[in-house]
């Protein structure tokens, strides 16, 4: 099992920046953050592989960054340029591939992911 737990999610006016992290209890190849508004399709945000590679939702390119500190085994989301669209629950997932075929979820993926965060609130006002 793999413990993950989100802080740094609140209230910002848009135009704003906010910085998610998340605290694992063991390291993951393969992480990633989703969000979902309400009545909505919970989406894929960003997502980070073990190599360094990464992928974004096509509205967060240019306004999110998705990082990790493996010596600390976080997560991290920056989001600047915060718009009221970006208004969701946020959660981190991750997911530990075997070593004999190591690659991860595209984005968005949720079935793949095998452990998740509570979630972090975020919203963002106008």
């Known amino acids: 099992q793999v413990r993950l737990v989100e802080s740094g999610g609140g209230s910002v006016q848009a135009g704003g920046s906010l910085r998610l992290s998340c605290a694992a209890s063991?390291?993951?190849?393969?992480m990633a953050w989703f969000r979902q508004a309400p009545g909505k399709e919970r989406e894929g945000v960003a997502s980070?592989?073990?190599?360094?590679?990464?992928s974004y939702l096509d509205s967060v390119k240019g306004r999110f960054t998705i990082s990790k500190d493996r010596g600390k085994n976080t997560l991290y989301l920056q989001m600047n340029s915060l718009k009221p669209e970006d208004s969701a629950m946020y959660y981190c997932?991750?997911?530990?591939?075997?070593?004999?075929?190591?690659?991860?979820?595209?984005?968005?993926?949720?079935?793949?992911?095998?452990?998740w965060g509570q979630g972090a609130q975020v919203t963002v006002s106008s």
């Open positions: 980070i592989e073990g190599d360094g590679n990464t």
């Open positions: 997932a991750a997911h530990k591939p075997p070593w004999y075929d190591v690659r991860c979820p595209i984005l968005g993926l949720k079935s793949a992911y095998d452990y």
């Open positions: 063991a390291n993951s190849y393969c």
